[in-house]
C-alpha cells in the first residue's frame, strides 16, 4: 500500500520523512512525530494508535524494537501492520507484520529506516536504499529524503498505482522545516519534487525569519526581513 523513508540527518539534528502511496492524502495518517523523542510511519492497516505507543514508550526510554513489541500489544491485526522509524539519537527500528500484503519488507540502516508494502517488488526497496546511500551530508537532508522516494517510484512504487506522497522535517523548533503534501494527483512524487522545488526557492528563506524557541523575536521589521529574505536567496539560490 505504502512505501516510506524515515532518517535522521546528523549535521542538522533534523528528522524526516518522505512516503508515497495509492490512497488519498497518505501524508495526513502515516507519518508521525514527537519533538525529542522520534518519527515513524505506521503503514499497511494503519495504526495511529500504535504510532502514539511506540512514540510513547521512546519517549519514557524505550528502546526501538522492545517499543514496538509494546505498541503492538493486545492489538488483534498485529500481522498486518508495518511500522518503522528512527529515533531521537537517530536509532532505527523497524517491523513488517507476517500478514502485510506482498511484496513487502524493511531495510535499516545508521539513522535511516526504510520499509514498505503491496509494492512492485523488491527493487522498490533497493532502489531507495540505493538513492540513499548514494547520496551525501553536504546534500540538504530534505532533497535527500525526497531523492530516495523519486527512485523508489521508478523502480515502479505501490503496485496499484499512484495517488499521493508527503514530505516532512522537523527540527526541534514549534514550526516544521518543511512540510509539504500531494494529496490526489496521477504522479504524486513527481509532484511533490515541484512544489518542494518552488518551496525551497521562495518559501524556506521566509521561514528562516520565523520566531525560534532560542530567538522569539525573529525578524519582524519588513525592511529588515525584506532584505534578509534578498540576500538569503542570491546567497544560496535554488538547489
Same mark, same amino acid.
Given at each position: ?13 533534523? !528528522?524526516?520523512?518522505? !512516503? ?19 518519527? +515513524?510511519? #505506521?503503514?499497511?492497516?494503519? #495504526? ?5 505507543? +511506540?512514540?510513547?514508550? $521512546? ?7 522492545? &517499543? ?30 507476517? @500478514? ?12 535511516? #529506516? !526504510?520499509?514498505?508494502?503491496? +509494492? ?25 529524503? $525526497?531523492? &530516495? ?42 509532484? $511533490? ?7 525551497? &526557492?521562495? @518559501?524556506?528563506?521566509?521561514? &528562516? ?9 525573529? !525578524? ?20
Amino acid at each position: 500500500m505504502t512505501w516510506s523513508i524515515v532518517a535522521r540527518d546528523p549535521s542538522s539534528v533534523q !528528522i524526516g520523512i518522505a !512516503i508515497s502511496s495509492r490512497v488519498i492524502a497518505v501524508g495526513a495518517l502515516c507519518p508521525m512525530f514527537r519533538d525529542g523523542v522520534g518519527a +515513524l510511519s #505506521s503503514q499497511s492497516y494503519t #495504526s495511529p494508535v500504535a504510532g502514539e505507543r +511506540l512514540l510513547e514508550a $521512546l519517549a519514557n526510554g524505550t528502546g526501538g524494537q522492545t &517499543a514496538i513489541g509494546h505498541a503492538l500489544t493486545g492489538d488483534d491485526g498485529h500481522m498486518w501492520r508495518q511500522i518503522h522509524g528512527v529515533d531521537a539519537a537517530g536509532r532505527p527500528f523497524a517491523h513488517t507484520g507476517a @500478514r502485510c500484503i506482498e511484496w513487502c519488507g524493511h531495510w535499516t540502516g545508521d539513522a535511516v #529506516s !526504510i520499509a514498505g508494502n503491496m +509494492l512492485a517488488g523488491p527493487q522498490v526497496l533497493d532502489a531507495t536504499v540505493a538513492a540513499w546511500n548514494a547520496g551525501s551530508e553536504a546534500q540538504p537532508f530534505a532533497d535527500r529524503l $525526497l531523492g &530516495a522516494l523519486e527512485a523508489g517510484q521508478a523502480a515502479g512504487g505501490d503496485k496499484r498505482g499512484r495517488q499521493s506522497a508527503a514530505l516532512m522535517v522537523r527540527g526541534g523548533e514549534i514550526h516544521a522545516a518543511v512540510d509539504l503534501r500531494v494529496d490526489e494527483h496521477p504522479d504524486p512524487v513527481a509532484e $511533490l519534487r515541484r512544489v518542494f522545488d518552488l518551496f525551497w &526557492a521562495e @518559501r524556506r528563506p521566509y521561514m &528562516a525569519t520565523l520566531p525560534t524557541r532560542e530567538n522569539p523575536s525573529g !525578524i519582524y521589521d519588513p525592511d529588515e526581513r525584506e532584505a534578509f529574505i534578498a540576500a538569503w536567496k542570491a546567497r544560496e539560490g535554488a538547489l
